[in-house]
């Protein structure tokens, strides 16, 4: 049975984030610093340049903001190594059998528009992001730990149904898009039983 779930996305004034500190968009950064998340279901924490982060129920950790270079990511089963570029965002797939796909995310936090990131941790070969009030797609023909973004007009509020082969397995109502930030969507579950969350971008120190 596709889960029909309400979300209400909490909007949080960030100030300029010193360390320890959480936004929803990173201000006064250092240009030599890069932005990175991990993915990764049924682990709590990931360990993350030598600090442990939380993963939270949505399988997600915050964007971490860190020196450029070769960052460590371990979690309970495994590790890696990522080359984080000044300036960009990555995320870290990693995939329920322990394989790792390192992305990059085209976040802009564009002045007039939302970033909207869609991560299929489901066993659905073929995910599309459907928006019903513009009844087109977001996304369309994602594979299992595969990730896709783009930009939308902001501000708005929209429902969102996750599709598979015309049929809807799991929807989310009312998500808010706000300017300058991003929103991210996961799909998780397998035969026919998912979960389908969304998170704001948040970013850590």
Same mark, same amino acid.
């Given at each position: ?94 995939? /329920? &059998? ?6 990059? $995310?085209?976040? %802009?936090?564009?002045?007039?528009? !939302?970033?909207? @990131? *869609? ?16 009844? /087109? &797609? ?6 299992? $730990?595969?990730? %896709?973004?783009?930009?939308?007009? !902001?501000?708005? @509020? *929209? ?47």
């Amino acid at each position: 049975m596709p889960r029909f779930l309400n979300l209400l996305i909490l909007c949080l004034f960030a100030l300029p984030l010193r360390a320890g500190d959480v936004g929803l968009y990173p201000d006064a950064i250092d240009p030599n610093a890069g932005f990175l998340r991990v993915a990764v279901q049924d682990e709590g924490f990931v360990n993350i340049a030598g600090k442990s982060r939380r993963i939270g129920v949505h399988g997600l950790s915050d964007f971490q903001i860190l020196p450029a270079g070769l960052i460590e990511v371990a979690w309970s089963t495994g590790q890696t190594w990522v080359e984080l570029p000044a300036g960009r965002h990555l995320s870290v797939l990693i995939a /329920a &059998d322990g394989q790792v796909e390192t992305r990059e $995310d085209p976040i %802009a936090n564009h002045p007039a528009k !939302a970033d909207v @990131t *869609l991560i299929n941790s489901s066993d659905l070969s073929d995910l599309a992001l459907f928006v019903p009030q513009a009844k /087109a &797609d977001v996304f369309s023909a994602l594979a299992p $730990d595969q990730m %896709a973004t783009r930009a939308l007009r !902001a501000p708005l @509020t *929209l429902d969102f149904e996750f599709r598979a082969e015309g049929e809807t397995m799991a929807s989310l109502i009312g998500v808010q898009l706000l300017r300058k930030t991003g929103v991210t969507f996961v799909l998780s579950g397998t035969v026919g039983d998912y979960t389908a969350q969304a998170m704001p971008n948040r970013y850590e120190r």
